[in-house]
């Protein structure tokens, strides 16, 4: 009663057939080993996000106590976000852009200022 070789062939190929879609379903289905890996890549983002955020919010919670606390970061707050000044103090302020396009990126004039100031 044994098998011949053709009659196990097809059988081999049957249950092959019958691993393989296990195997794909495993890997591609609904709840597959993909959709799993998504789902880590995901929760790894979350979890890069959560860290942040906590990052984030233990500075912001350093800051309210030196804003409650500290007289001199509340004043350096004032000037930098109120722009105040005490008094007798003057500021002064300088427009780089303007700097540049009168000089050469390294401070050097430019040829065409020098050209300008040799033209009598």
């Not at 097809?10 to 597959?32: E, P, Q, S, T, Y």
């Not at 860290?51 to 004032?78: F, V």
């Not at 007798?88 to 050097?108: C, H, L, M, P, S």
Request: include cysteine; glycine fraction near 6%; hydrophobic fraction near 35%.
């Amino acid at each position: 009663m044994g098998l011949n070789r053709k009659e196990f062939l097809k059988i081999f190929c049957i249950v092959l057939l019958f691993v393989g879609l296990i195997v794909a379903w495993l890997a591609f289905g609904d709840r597959g080993f993909i959709h799993l890996y998504r789902m880590e890549k995901e929760r790894q983002a979350y979890l890069e996000r959560i860290r942040i955020l906590e990052e984030e919010n233990q500075n912001l919670l350093e800051q309210i106590n030196r804003l409650r606390s500290d007289e001199e970061y509340i004043e350096s707050e004032a000037r930098k976000e109120l722009g105040l000044l005490r008094e007798n103090e003057v500021i002064y302020r300088f427009d780089r852009d303007a700097d540049k396009t009168e000089q050469g990126w390294n401070g050097e004039t430019s040829s065409s200022e020098k050209a300008e100031e040799k033209q009598p």
